[in-house]
C-alpha cells in the first residue's frame, strides 16, 4: 500500500518480542494526518532508516533509553518533506532529519530537526547512513576509542553494513590493515573490492576462527565490537597487548531470551583485559559525542567529497514492510544500510 | 635462621603451582655471596616486598610479564644496602630499591637499582609500599583511568592493603566518597578509622552484596578492580552509566585451577558495557606509566611530607618464611602491605 495523501499509517508496538521479533509485534493503525502547532511542522516520511538499536527499544529491560510503550508509534530515524510549516525556518518541501518514527505524517517542533545539508538534496538517504549516525557511530568510536595507528590492524564485522564498512574505509584512511567479517561470500568478496577491506572473512565458514587468525597475521589492535558472540570468541585470543575494543552494538545476542550455557567467562575476559591491558569501552554516540557532530561531519563530508567513500544501501519498499526488514537486520540478512522507501521523494 | 656474612640463601622456584602455591613449590638453596663485576653493586637484602603478581610470575601460562623458571631465584622487588660498590654512584652502605628476588645478597648493574629518597631512610620500606610500586600503582589507575571527580563514589577492595588503602586516601583528597572491602571486622573497622574510607564492607557477610549496595547510594562511578569473583559480581549492577573500571588485578582468581559453572557471564558483562557505557581498562604498572613515574613521586611525597596519607604494614620476619607469607597474601589474611624482614637494618 503506498502512501496516501489523507491517511497517516503508523506502525505501532503491538507486543513485547520474546526472543526475536515477530510481525505480530506490530500493529499498523490508520489516523488522521495530524496538523501543526505553532512552531510545529508537518513532515511527510520518505525514507526511514532501520538499525540493530531497535531491537533494545522494544523491549523495557533496562537500557541507555527508555523503550517504546505499548501502543506507541516505533521509534526510528526518517529523512522527510515538509508538508507545511508554522515554523519560521523552514517551508513546504523542504528536506529534514528527524527522529519521526515508524509513520506517514508526523507533527513535530520544528527545532526538533534538521535541515538537509543541500549537497545531498539528490541522495536524501545518504543522511540515515554514512552522512548520519551510523557513519557518526563508525568515525567517532573507531577514531576516539580505537585511535588506530598506522600499521595497526582494525577488525570490524558486519562489514557491509553502514557502520562496518565505515570503520574499515576510515581505518585504511589511517593508514591500517583492514579486516572485515560477513555472513557469506557475497558480501566478503563485496567488502573487499568495493569498501578496500585487505581481508573479508565469512563468518558461517566453519574454520572461520582459524581463518581470521590467518587474516590477521599481526594481531588485532583495535576490534570494533557490534555484534558480540563467536566473533568475539573468534577475536579474543587474537587481540594485541594494549588492544582497543570500542563497543558500539552486540547484535548477535540483542535475541537472546537466556545467557549461553557455561562455564562461566566472565574471568576470562577479566584476566583478559589485565594481562593484555585492553581498553573496552561502551558508547552511545549522541549520548557520548553529540557536542562533536560537526567535526564528523566536516571529515566525512571532506572524504566523502573526494570521493574516498563507498556506501552501499539495502532498500525496502514501503512502510508496511518495515517490520520484515527489521526481522531481517536483526538476522544479517540485509546487504548495506537498511532503508525503507516509505513515500515518493517528489 | 637470619642472614649470614658468608652464605647468600636463595628462595627459588621448585615445582609449579596447581591451584594454590604450597611450601613445596619453593625450595631454600644456599650460595656463597657473589662478587661485583665492573659496573656491578653487592646488595644485601634488608626488606622483600611480597604482592599478589607474584602468583603470575609462578605460572607458565602466558602473562605480561616471562614466569621465573624451574630453579630460579623467586622474583620480587626489595630495598636493600649496599655491601661492596664497583659503580662510582654507589658506597657501601647506601640504601637501594632494586628487582632483586627472594635472597640475601644479590650483585646486580649499578644502573639498575635506585637509591632510596633519603627522606625515608628512617622507614626504607616504605619505598616498597605507599611511596613505591603499590603507591604508584594506586595513584596511576586511580587517577588517570578512573578519573574521579568530586562527589562521585569509588570503591576499592582489599582496603587495608597497600594498593586498597591508597586509592581510598587519593579519592577522599580528590573529594569523593570512598567505599572500601575487606575481610573481616577489625580491617573494615582499620579502614574507617585509619584510612578515611566513608565506608568499609566486609565481603564475608552474608548480605555482603546488600552492605555495598547501601553504602553506595549513588551508585559506583569508579571501580578499582584488584579482586575480581564476588566483589565485582556485587559491584556489577552498581555500577553507573559511564563507571570506570581501572583493572589492576584479580587476586581472588589467580589461584583458580578452572573456569566457574555456567551460564557464561561473558554476554552479561558486554552488554553492561554497551548499555551503561563504561570504560574497562587493564593496565601494568610500570609497563603502562613508567614514564610518569617523578609526577607519582612528586605528588605522593608532597601528600606523605603534609601527613596526610597513613599506612599499615604486616611483616614477616626472615627470608624463609617468604613463602608461608605469600601463601597467606593470596588468601587474604595479610593486614597490611607485606614485607618480609630478611635483614638487619643497621
Redesign the interface.
Known sequence: MSQSKTVNRRLVLASRPHGAPTAENFRQEEHPIPQADEGQVVLRTVFLSLDPYMRGRMSDA???AAPVQIGEVMTGGAVSRVVSSRHPDFQEGDWVLGSTGWQDYSAVAGDSVKKLDPRIADHPSLALGVLGMPGFTAFMGLLDIGDPQPGETVVVAAATGPVGSLVGQIAKIKGCRAVGIAGGEEKCRYAQEEFGFDACIDHRAEDFAEQLKAACPDGIDVYY?NV??KV?DAVMPLLN?KARIP????VS?YN?T??????????????M????????????IF??YGHRYDEFAAQMGEWFDAGKIAFREDITEGLENAPDALIGLLEGKNFGKVVVRVGEDE
Open positions: 533496562p537500557s541507555y565490537e558480540g558472540g568475539f597487548t563497543v558500539c552494538g552486540l545476542q537472546a537466556n545467557l549461553p550455557d557455561g562455564p562461566d567467562r566472565l574471568p576470562l575476559l577479566a584476566g583485559i589485565l594481562r593484555k591491558r585492553l581498553r573496552v569501552q561502551g558508547f552511545i549520548d557520548d
